[in-house]
């Protein structure tokens, strides 16, 4: 089995480690690895690196990502999702006030860039010690906000129920970005408690739930893409010739002169270019250093990968 990019559609129920693992079977290999994981309750896409593949996940781990998700209006959870234990309900009548203007208006403090503070059971390290783990043992965890970008926070529908109203959203959003931590917020500013009742990523950058495939009758093979046609996705793409592509392999500096501008949101001086050789290989992650391309990351030997 070659190196490449996998996307899956995780189904409800398991976990982002059960994906892998399924995948490590069907393709032979254990060099697998994601690029951002889901919660058991979250369904949709995951990006998988499969043997040399693997070294371009932390390209792609960065990228923007979009969700639909169902936000429940009336309580809130200890985890800010369903999977929580539910604490003090709001009265019934304070619920069935809220209106969709009073929605759209508290969702606009928390679109564009927030300092957002992330759940208490997310994934983030708190002294070494990852905070859901803490939680668990039965600490108390706060932690600090961190600045994440919302770039639309998107009411769909309205659906009203018994004491409770549920909240269709579309979020398109920075990686970091906690749509449980979005709902929880929500929740607060309408002075109703809320929490996260369904999550479904859709997007992460210019890889599309769509082109998923479903983990029942998986074709790892047909299923493949390529590491330069990831990386054309993921970043700016500078095209070398042979002989360039042999230097880039051995380690060594190439001329800069025909580097593409970076995209906007990777416009540094050090972004990261896929270097693509004449038969369509990815050779290299390079950065510019003046007036040449230094290799960050090597790609030469994804032939041999097996």
């Known amino acids: 089995m070659n190196s490449g990019i996998l996307l899956v559609d995780k189904p409800q129920g398991i976990t982002s480690h059960d994906v892998v693992s399924r995948m490590r079977r069907l393709a032979g290999t254990r060099k697998i690895g994601h690029a951002g994981t889901l919660d058991p309750m979250a369904t949709g896409l995951l990006v998988l690196g499969v043997n040399g593949a693997t070294r371009l996940l932390h390209y792609l781990v960065g990228l923007d990502k979009e969700y639909l998700a169902t936000v429940r209006i009336g309580w809130a959870t200890t985890t800010d999702d369903a999977e929580g234990d539910a604490l003090a309900a709001a009265p019934s009548d304070v619920v069935a006030a809220v209106t969709e203007p009073a929605i759209l208006a508290a969702m606009a403090p928390l679109t564009g ?59 398109d959003c920075s990686s970091g970005t906690y749509v449980r931590a979005l709902a929880r917020d929500l929740g607060i500013a309408l002075g109703t408690g809320g929490h996260l009742t369904a999550l479904r990523r859709t997007r992460i950058g210019r890889f599309d739930v769509a082109e998923a495939s479903a983990l029942e009758g998986f074709d790892v093979a047909a299923s493949l893409i390529s590491p330069a046609d990831a990386a054309r996705r993921a970043m700016p793409v500078i095209d070398v010739t042979a002989q360039e592509a042999v230097d880039l392999g051995h380690g060594k500096r190439v001329d800069a002169r025909e580097t593409p501008e970076p995209a906007a949101s990777v416009a540094r001086a050090d972004a990261a270019i896929a270097a693509i050789a004449p038969d369509d290989r990815l050779v290299a992650i390079v950065e510019r250093r003046g007036a040449q391309l230094k290799v960050i990351a090597g790609f030469a030997s994804d032939e041999a990968d097996a």
């Open 113 to 171: 860039e927030i300092e957002q503070v992330p759940s208490a059971v997310s994934a983030v390290k708190v002294a070494g010690k990852r905070a859901y783990q803490r939680v668990r043992d039965g600490e108390t965890v706060e932690l600090a906000a961190r600045r994440v970008t919302v770039s639309a926070f998107e009411l769909l529908a309205l659906r009203p129920g018994d004491g409770w109203l549920d909240l269709d959203v579309r979020v």
